[in-house]
Nanobody
Framework: QVQLVESGGGLVQPGGSLRLSCAAS????????MGWFRQAPGKEREAVSC????????YYADSMKGRFTISRDNAKNTVYLQMNSLKPEDAAVYYC???????????????????WGQGTQVTVSS
């Protein structure tokens, strides 16, 4: 079965950290750039970060730069999102997705991404 499965979400206090994982099964991630998006209630899905297929290049939305780090381990068929200094406004459902071309990473449009996981909930609250 071809799927992406996110994990690692949960409840964290402001200023805390979480590491999200996105594990692929049924296909290999090696050939895909990968992105993370998030969607809060009542808001549009927004781009968080993107990483090239090799992991050598990364891209971030301005509000996440310096706080979030995307990485990947192709041997484990997994992409990660390390989130530090979390704020209440970071609370959302976080999704990972494949993108057919790395050039689309800089644009961050959800409809450019073609295969999505089911999402993992991140709650930031004291």
């Amino acid at each position: 079965q071809v799927q992406l499965v996110e994990s690692g979400g949960g409840l964290v206090q402001p200023g805390g950290s979480l590491r999200l994982s996105c594990a692929a099964s049924g296909f290999t991630l090696d050939y895909y750039a990968m992105g993370w998006f998030r969607q809060a209630p009542g808001k549009e899905r927004e781009a968080v970060s993107c990483i090239s297929s090799s992991g050598s290049r990364t891209y971030y939305a301005d509000s996440m730069k310096g706080r979030f780090t995307i990485s990947r381990d192709n041997a484990k068929n997994t992409v990660y999102l390390q989130m530090n200094s979390l704020k209440p406004e970071d609370a959302a459902v976080y999704y990972c997705a494949t993108v057919p071309a790395e050039s689309l990473c800089t644009v961050g449009r959800p409809y450019d991404y073609d295969f999505w996981g089911q999402g993992t909930q991140v709650t930031v609250s004291s």
